[in-house]
């Protein structure tokens, strides 16, 4: 199975910047790799993802043009990198690790689920003050 460890959150002003970090470990190359978001009394929601071969991202128009998503394939890492932070981003930050049919990982961004082939990382705090 693959195993997720996240790494990147903190705290920050309206404006700053973070960058997550999501390490999988295991050897099976995972479809689809991505980064959600829950904010408290909310729906965990998909908020960028990318596929193996990264060839094909989704940014959620929510944070377009401030957030980007990479991927190291020989270190089997995603980033988010984030930018212009706003107090509507603090959130806890999950990344998934997800094996589906095909290469257009937004359909399965937009769900905000994940298959039970799936594997969530433990969640970091993003808190912007």
């Known amino acids: 199975h693959v195993q997720l460890v996240e790494s990147g959150g903190g705290s920050v002003q309206t404006g700053g910047s973070l960058r997550l970090s999501c390490a999988a470990s295991?050897?099976?190359?995972?479809?689809?790799m991505g980064w959600f978001r829950q904010a408290p009394g909310k729906m965990r929601e998909g908020i960028a993802a990318?596929?193996?071969?990264?060839?094909?991202?989704f940014i959620d128009d929510s944070v377009k043009g401030r957030f980007t998503i990479s991927q190291d394939i020989g270190k089997k890492t995603v980033y988010l990198q984030m930018n212009s932070l706003k107090p509507e981003d603090t959130a806890i930050y999950y990344c998934?690790?997800?094996?589906?049919?095909?290469?257009?990982?937004?359909?399965?961004?937009?769900?905000?689920?994940?298959?039970?082939?799936?594997?969530w990382g433990q969640g970091t705090q993003v808190t912007v003050s």
């Open positions: 990318i596929n193996y071969a990264g060839t094909m991202k």
């Open positions: 998934a690790a997800d094996f589906i049919g095909g290469n257009d990982c937004r359909p399965w961004a937009e769900s905000g689920l994940i298959t039970n082939l799936g594997r």
């Open positions: 295991g050897s099976t190359p995972n479809s689809c």
